[in-house]
């Protein structure tokens, strides 16, 4: 059974970092096609970066420059690590990972990122 459990969320201040992580057990990260997403409170879920299974990253506008998706397939593990965090950066971050060539798609339960002063 795949699982995919997120990590890393907290409270920090405008302008601060964080590192989530994003595991995936049960299966090899390698034959996925990562993704993080985000949902703000009454808003809905949005694509934030994502990176295939061949190390290309995208990243919506909002978040380029400063964010950075990575992976490392010997961990089973994606990052993506926050910069100059906003106050609209708060929300829930989600991790999905959709197997290369299949479509099966996996979510994690999400963490919890708050930007505050």
């Known amino acids: 059974q795949v699982q995919v459990v997120e990590s890393g969320g907290g409270l920090v201040r405008p302008g601060g970092s964080l590192r989530l992580s994003c595991t995936i057990s049960?299966?090899?990260?390698?034959?996925?096609?990562m993704y993080w997403y985000r949902q703000a409170p009454g808003k809905q879920r949005e694509w934030v970066a994502s990176i295939t299974s061949g190390d290309s990253a995208s990243y919506a506008v909002a978040v380029r420059g400063r964010f950075s998706i990575s992976r490392e397939n010997a961990k089973n593990t994606m990052y993506l690590q926050m910069n100059n965090l906003k106050f609209e950066d708060t929300a829930v971050y989600f991790c999905?990972?959709?197997?290369?060539?299949?479509?099966?798609?996996?979510w994690g339960q999400g963490t919890q990122v708050t930007v505050s002063s």
């Open positions: 049960g299966s090899i990260l390698s034959m996925y096609t």
């Open positions: 999905q990972g959709v197997r290369v060539g299949v479509g099966d798609e996996y």
